[in-house]
């Protein structure tokens, strides 16, 4: 991760909380959009690790008050994900369509997203484990389909002694010998700093 990861949490809270009062604050929401989808066709899901606030948000805010539980792999099943997706970019395209195209109305529509789904990652945060959340958001969604298969995390199977620290230390819960789990790898290296081998790398 980034020097800067740790400190764009605070992003989340400014915009859901202060946004209700200057709504102009929601539109850092869809600059995120942009960023990360500039970034994934060549990097995958690279931004949730190192730039997005709410990753940052959910990994060093509720680290301490999480029960840190194992992430039901139903979770990252597109079952839940396309719906998930679709209801909530509908939802969020249906109010933008009923706007009469105010700034304000506009980045309103923004924050309340953004604290909606903040809400529903402190409650998955707490219950389950941090980044539960980022199992099927669909910004983490988007990313995964255009870009799993660029910078990926490659293991060196006659260095790995299995000892499964890398498991324990991955804040998305990615068995690093699973293809289809690693496709969700957010590339925030902290499983290539913990083994003790040196079998890791991208
Ligand atoms: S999955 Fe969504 S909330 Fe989580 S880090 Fe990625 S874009 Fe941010
Ligand atoms: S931390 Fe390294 S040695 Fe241990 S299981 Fe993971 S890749 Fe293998
Ligand atoms: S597999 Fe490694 S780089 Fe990928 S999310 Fe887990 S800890 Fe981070």
Not at 71 to 91: A, Q
Not at 130 to 152: A, D, L, N, Y
């Amino acid at each position: 991760m980034l020097k800067i990861t740790p400190y764009l949490g605070i992003l989340v809270l400014i915009v859901s909380i202060f946004g209700f009062i200057f709504p102009i604050l929601g539109y850092l929401v869809p600059l995120v959009f942009l960023i990360l989808l500039l970034i994934a066709p060549f990097r995958g899901r690279w931004f949730c690790g190192n730039l997005c606030p709410r990753g940052s948000f959910v990994d060093f805010w509720l680290d301490k008050i999480t029960r840190n539980l194992s992430i039901p792999n139903i979770l990252r099943s597109y079952w839940i994900r396309i719906p998930v997706f679709i209801t909530l970019m509908g939802f969020m395209g249906y109010r933008l369509i009923l706007t009469d195209g105010l700034i304000h109305q506009v980045g309103m529509i923004f924050v309340i997203m953004c604290a909606f789904t903040t809400a529903v990652a402190i409650i998955f945060g707490i219950s389950i484990a941090p980044r539960t959340w980022c199992t099927f958001c669909p910004m983490g969604t988007v990313q995964r389909v255009i870009g799993s298969e660029q910078f990926q995390l490659k293991i060196d199977k006659d260095k790995c002694i299995e000892c499964k620290k890398c498991k324990k230390i991955c804040p998305m819960q990615i068995d690093v010998n699973s293809p289809n789990l690693r496709k969700d790898c957010i590339k925030c290296e902290r499983c290539i700093n913990k083994c003790p081998t040196v079998a890791l790398e991208f």
